[in-house]
């Protein structure tokens, strides 16, 4: 074999190789809502299961206690620079009412928070002034280019006969606002369909862009505050 035949062969060989190879986009997701929000049922939308546990206690109280980080990968789910590339999900939800503790955030995610997902439902009234005044102070002014909002049990504003977008301009004046500064933007999403299969996907698709438009940047947890 010359050289010239040995070099086609091993150049073929490597790019044998190379095909299962794929580049892999990890994005830690933090979801954020009151309780019976439908944040958990968000998150299980995402991962594409049902791993979030999701409901009322016996109670009344809310099911999610503490902290917990899912976490799935999707092949092949998008091309980056030409080559396909996998998207890994990192979904941490968490306790309703009050902010994460910002150790414990930290902890679940060293590298920071890519994508904020604050979850409210569209049926019910809104005034949690309070919470943008909390994630400013755990991840600084710029959360908002990394927030999505989304509007859960958007069934009941079709059977009221309510199109999304007058919704939005007859809603609360903090979340009119916080829809037009979501970097995000809102999404909606209909309970009353199947939330992985049918929602879960245009959802991550949503997560997916706006990660990008920051350029996957992550925002860091200020963990010296005490709130």
Same mark, same amino acid.
Do not use: K
């Given at each position: 074999?010359?050289?010239? &035949?040995?070099?086609? +062969? *091993?150049?073929?060989?490597?790019?044998? %190789? !190379?095909?299962?190879?794929? #580049?892999? =986009? &990890?994005?830690?997701? +933090? *979801?954020?809502?009151?309780?019976?929000? %439908? !944040?958990?049922?968000?998150? #299980?939308? =995402?991962?594409?299961?049902?791993?979030?546990?999701?409901?009322?206690?016996?109670?009344?109280?809310?099911?999610?206690?503490?902290?917990?980080?899912?976490?799935?990968?999707?092949?092949?789910?998008?091309?980056?620079?030409?080559?396909?590339?996998?998207?890994?999900?990192?979904?941490?939800?968490?306790?309703?009412?009050?902010?994460?503790?910002?150790?414990?955030?930290?902890?679940?995610?060293?590298?920071?928070?890519?994508?904020?997902?604050?979850?409210?439902?569209?049926?019910?009234?809104?005034?949690?002034?309070?919470?943008?005044?909390?994630?400013?102070?755990?991840?600084?002014?710029?959360?908002?280019?990394?927030?999505?909002?989304?509007?859960?049990?958007?069934?009941?504003?079709?059977?009221?006969?309510?199109?999304?977008?007058?919704?939005?301009?007859?809603?609360?004046?903090?979340?009119?606002?916080?829809?037009?500064?979501?970097?995000?933007?809102?999404?909606?999403?209909?309970?009353?369909?199947?939330?992985?299969?049918?929602?879960?996907?245009?959802?991550?698709?949503?997560?997916?862009?706006?990660?990008?438009?920051?350029?996957?940047?992550?925002?860091?947890?200020?963990?010296?505050?005490?709130?």
């Amino acid at each position: 074999m010359d050289l010239h &035949t040995d070099t086609n +062969l *091993l150049g073929l060989l490597s790019s044998f %190789g !190379r095909q299962d190879e794929r #580049n892999v =986009l &990890t994005l830690n997701v +933090l *979801l954020l809502g009151d309780r019976q929000s %439908g !944040r958990s049922s968000v998150g #299980n939308a =995402l991962i594409g299961g049902d791993g979030f546990q999701t409901g009322i206690c016996v109670s009344g109280d809310a099911v999610t206690t503490e902290h917990r980080l899912l976490s799935r990968n999707f092949q092949r789910f998008f091309r980056r620079q030409g080559a396909e590339s996998d998207l890994t999900l990192r979904v941490v939800d968490t306790p309703p009412m009050v902010l994460p503790r910002p150790q414990s955030v930290h902890e679940l995610c060293p590298e920071g928070v890519h994508v904020l997902v604050l979850v409210a439902r569209a049926d019910l009234p809104h005034d949690n002034t309070h919470l943008e005044e909390q994630v400013e102070t755990l991840f600084g002014t710029g959360w908002r280019r990394h927030a999505l909002v989304v509007l859960t049990h958007a069934d009941h504003l079709e059977e009221a006969g309510l199109h999304p977008s007058d919704y939005l301009t007859q809603t609360s004046d903090w979340l009119r606002a916080l829809a037009e500064e979501a970097g995000g933007g809102v999404s909606f999403l209909d309970n009353s369909r199947d939330w992985p299969s049918i929602r879960g996907r245009p959802l991550r698709d949503r997560l997916l862009r706006l990660s990008a438009g920051n350029h996957h940047r992550a925002l860091t947890v200020r963990t010296e505050v005490s709130l």
